[in-house]
């Protein structure tokens, strides 16, 4: 499983431990990765996600799971959660 947020796109990030000496060695940024599951209001289930904390952060600053996908762009997106933003634009539109 790749460590990698499926609504932000957020994923690994690299650089460098310096040691009070200077000396360098490379090190791996992981994100903080979380396990939840969302309750759309629009559609009246959830769907259980790999996202980060910001992530969290975001989806209840917006308003909800529903408000979020409806403004996030698909790139970023997981193929998990286009298919749920699909099926969740469906839903509004009928």
């Known amino acids: 499983m790749a460590r990698r947020c499926e609504l932000s796109g957020k ?12 000396n360098r060695s490379r090190r791996r940024f992981l994100p903080n990765l979380c396990n939840v599951s969302l ?10 996600l790999r ?4 992530a969290l952060r975001s989806v209840e600053h917006r308003g909800g799971l529903d408000a979020y996908l409806m ?9 998990r959660a286009r298919r749920f933003k699909k ?5 509004v539109a009928a």
Do not use: E, F, P, Y
């Not at 994923?11 to 200077?22: E, F, I």
């Not at 309750?39 to 259980?48: P, Q």
């Not at 996202?51 to 910001?54: C, D, K, L, M, N």
């Not at 403004?71 to 193929?79: I, N, V, Y």
């Open 11 to 22: 994923g690994v990030q690299t650089g460098n431990n310096v040691s009070h000496a200077k």
């Open 39 to 48: 309750m759309s209001d629009t559609l009246g289930c959830s769907v259980s």
């Open 51 to 54: 996202i980060s904390a910001h």
């Open 71 to 79: 403004k996030a762009k698909d790139s970023g997106l997981s193929t």
């Open 87 to 91: 099926r969740l634009t469906k839903a």
